[in-house]
């Protein structure tokens, strides 16, 4: 007689039987982030490639509320708060993936003009000064964060090494922008934020061969522009990818994009005190896409997979420790949908480290191969989290099945279909129909498969399952 095919309680599951932790993941170090990027691909100038590994960003972000801890989150994904109130368009340090995408786009060479419109914080600013640029000069559109933007700039002694690097540091209003420019034009022109047409005025003060780079509104998003200056008042722009930022304010845009007289702008500016550095981090990443540089299908998964899962933590998910975690669970999850399973795994690992959760735990467990121990370790630490996360019971009866221990993987998918609140049951239910199959329990593999179809009914293998299966039993 088979094996009775009713659901047990799990108790069968001999947790301690399953290994202990032994590799734990977390961010790595800024430079090493940078080193990753290089062997992909996505940084093939070598002088960026030594200017990042020494300019981090972040020592241009808003101190982390978290003084205890020492994570490397400016390796990590996620964009970090420069400036306190982070609804204000450009508050926000892009990721390192952008970052060098932008740069290399200006294609900018030793002893440039270069003028930043819109800077966030001093981070590119340091980096153009870095390469090489001979004279800079920062156009910040707020008042305030210009005050800001020296101040901090002092305060790191970068006007030093303006000094060492022989660079024109200028700092500019929008009304002033243009004042006393280079004879010949300026060789280089970054705009961070998004303009509703070509930058007309900002063309006109381009140098023969200059570059402006440039995200232009379209319908699908702002799109990266290049756009080069040919000689004779002629131009050739390329669009390049979708970088989704925030909109340069109406005013300036204006100034920015027409032949209009430039004229002081009355910007409006919030009222109020300004927001927490708790606030600005809390609420840093809310809009997933918010600064991320692609292609729209890309930027659409991301959409998706962000409101794919959330991490439940033992916190109320208010204070930074817990948002943080749910902001590097999901960044992690995004990773792991496009294949990046080393960075996925230090996102999951370093979300449990601030604030534990069986979901951290068990995607990072998904990271490992299936016949590393580690994979099935981290599934344990996942139940020890919370025994009722079914996932990870459904992981480990799938991590016994592939390595031929079908007996035992019956414990744990029975486990999965009993585990409370667990919304992939149907899962839970094919893994016993396939369990079962393997056993010859042709009975309770039906019985299995036809549980699982009527939770999924729109797989088309299962269909095929228990054609088969019931032309068995005829």
């Known amino acids: 007689m088979e094996r009775?095919?009713?659901?047990?309680?799990?108790?069968?599951?001999?947790?301690?039987?399953l290994p202990l932790v032994r590799t734990w993941p977390g961010l790595a170090p800024y430079a090493e982030a940078v080193e990753r990027l290089v062997l992909m691909g996505a940084i093939e100038d070598?002088?960026?490639?030594?200017?990042?590994?020494?300019?981090?960003?972040?020592i241009h972000a808003l101190p982390l509320p978290l003084l205890d801890e020492s994570m490397n989150i400016e390796s990590s994904a996620l964009r970090?708060?420069?400036?306190?109130?982070?609804?204000?368009?450009?508050s926000l340090l892009p990721g390192v993936y952008e970052t060098a995408q932008v740069l290399q786009m200006l294609?900018?060479?030793?002893?440039?003009?270069?003028?930043?419109?819109?800077?966030?914080?001093?981070?590119?600013?340091?980096i153009l000064m870095q390469l090489g640029a001979r004279r800079l000069r920062i156009v910040e559109i707020d008042e305030r964060k210009r005050v800001e933007l020296q101040q901090r700039w002092e305060e790191l002694r970068l006007d030093i090494v303006a000094e060492a690097c022989n660079c024109q540091i200028e700092w500019a209003s929008i009304s002033d922008a243009y004042e006393d420019s280079p004879e010949g034009g300026w060789d280089k022109i970054?705009?961070?934020?998004?303009?509703?047409?070509a930058p007309i005025g900002l063309l006109m003060r381009l140098s023969k061969n200059g570059i402006v780079v440039a995200p232009i509104g379209e319908n699908s998003g702002t799109v990266l522009q290049t756009i080069s200056h040919q000689g004779g008042g002629e131009f050739q722009a390329q669009w390049l990818?979708?970088?989704?930022?925030?909109?340069?304010?109406?005013?300036?845009?204006?100034?920015?994009?027409?032949?209009?007289?430039?004229?002081?702008?009355d910007v409006k500016q919030s009222d109020g005190d300004f927001s927490s550095i708790n606030t600005a981090w809390i609420h840093a990443n809310d809009e997933p896409t918010r600064d991320r540089l692609g292609p729209a299908a890309l930027l659409d998964m991301i959409e998706e997979v962000w409101s794919e899962v959330e991490a439940t933590t033992d916190g109320y998910g208010t204070d930074v420790r817990d948002i943080l975690a749910q902001d590097l669970f999901k960044m992690g999850n995004v990773l792991q949908r496009l294949g990046?399973?080393?960075?996925a795994a230090e996102h999951h690992?370093?979300?449990?480290?601030?604030?534990?959760?069986?979901?951290?735990?068990?995607?990072?467990?998904?990271t490992f191969a299936a016949d590393e121990e580690d994979g099935l370790a981290w599934q344990r630490k996942a139940i020890e989290t919370n025994p009722e996360y079914g996932g990870s019971w459904n992981e480990i009866g799938e991590a016994l099945l592939q390595r031929g221990n079908p007996h035992r993987a019956i414990e744990w998918f029975r486990g999965a279909i009993n585990s409370v609140n667990y919304c992939e049951r149907g899962a839970a239910w094919a893994n016993l129909a396939r369990a079962h199959l393997e056993l010859g329990q042709n009975t309770s593999a039906l019985f299995a498969a036809q549980e699982a179809a009527s939770l999924m009914p729109e797989e088309s293998e299962l269909d095929e399952l228990l054609e088969d299966l019931t032309e068995g039993l005829v």
């Open 46 to 58: 070598e002088d960026l490639r030594d200017v990042l590994m020494r300019t981090p960003r972040g």
């Open 107 to 126: 294609e900018l060479e030793k002893g440039d003009s270069v003028m930043i419109v819109a800077p966030r914080g001093n981070w590119w600013t340091e």
């Open 190 to 197: 970054l705009v961070t934020g998004g303009l509703p047409r």
């Open 349 to 366: 690992g370093t979300s449990y480290m601030l604030s534990p959760s069986p979901e951290a735990a068990c995607y990072l467990g998904m």
């Open 80 to 90: 970090m708060p420069w400036w306190q109130d982070i609804d204000s368009p450009n």
């Open 241 to 265: 990818a979708i970088w989704n930022v925030d909109m340069v304010q109406d005013e300036a845009a204006q100034t920015l994009c027409d032949l209009s007289p430039y004229v002081d702008l």
């Open 4 to 17: 009775d095919w009713s659901v047990q309680d799990g108790s069968d599951c001999d947790l301690t039987a």
């Open 340 to 343: 990046i399973l080393r960075v």
